[in-house]
């Protein structure tokens, strides 16, 4: 099967720049997850969907990150303005509505804000 | 909400050896720990996982322990080889009735295979 699918594999822009990250996930998978991974560290969970809608953005800045997934398939994060503790990969998963169901991940938007 | 702690954050094993990666969490009503494998530049990948309902499970050469009570579980590796070296993430969450909670992860154990 064709797994999780991100773009652009790389952005790099200026601070207050704005910038966004597509991810399609595995066809069938309800569930979709953005993910920020600092440089050393574990993925840190920005936000939650399940089909069209928010589970979880606690961790969400929302000031500046947003995040949303038209339709219950494909999902966009923007960051506007963005800083330099922004750099990051950021990773998109996803998984089935089911109890423990794996999550998957695509291979990430290595993001430099310089 | 849910804090997970990873040690150690480097371990470095002769070829050959075992290695052991020891994970604790915070949020008694986690019931789902998988751990991932991620190598430079490429994205996490699963391992092997337990839940909460297990004590123990294996798969070749990895396996896992899940100790409810004291709120740790831990990653053991045998007969290590060079292609294990990479970074080693343990992760907990919990369901809710209509699927999983998002993970939340330890900041990972980087694991260098010595030849």
């Known amino acids: 099967e064709a797994g999780v699918a991100q773009s652009p594999r790389y952005k790099i822009i200026e601070k207050r720049q704005s910038v966004a990250f597509w991810c399609n996930p595995i066809s069938g998978h309800a569930t979709l997850y953005w993910y920020q991974q600092i440089l050393g560290q574990g993925p840190k969970l920005l936000i939650q969907?399940?089909?069209?809608?928010?589970?979880?953005d606690s961790q969400l800045p929302k000031d500046r990150f947003s995040a949303e997934r038209l339709k219950g398939v494909d999902s966009t994060l923007k960051i506007q303005p963005a800083k330099l503790e922004d750099s990051a990969v950021y990773l998109c998963a996803s998984s089935l509505v089911i109890d423990n169901s794996p999550l998957h991940f695509g291979n990430g938007t290595r993001l430099t804000v310089t | 909400g849910e804090n997970v702690e990873q040690h150690p954050s480097t371990l470095s094993v002769q070829e050959g050896d075992s290695a052991v990666i020891k994970c604790t969490y915070s949020?008694?009503?986690?019931?789902?720990f998988p751990w991932y494998k991620q190598e430079l530049g490429k994205r996490p990948q699963l391992i092997i996982d337990?839940?909460?309902?297990?004590g123990e499970k294996k798969d070749q050469r990895i396996a896992v322990t899940l100790n409810k009570t004291a709120k740790h579980f831990s990653l053991h590796i045998t007969e290590t080889q060079p292609e294990d070296s990479a970074v080693y993430f343990c992760?907990?969450?919990?369901?809710?009735?209509?699927?999983?909670?998002?993970?939340?992860f330890g900041k990972g154990t980087h694991l260098i295979i010595q030849p």
């Open positions: 337990i839940r909460s309902n297990v």
């Open positions: 969907f399940q089909n069209n809608g928010v589970v979880d």
């Open positions: 992760a907990a969450s919990k369901t809710s009735g209509g699927g999983a909670d998002g993970l939340t």
């Open positions: 949020d008694s009503a986690s019931n789902y």
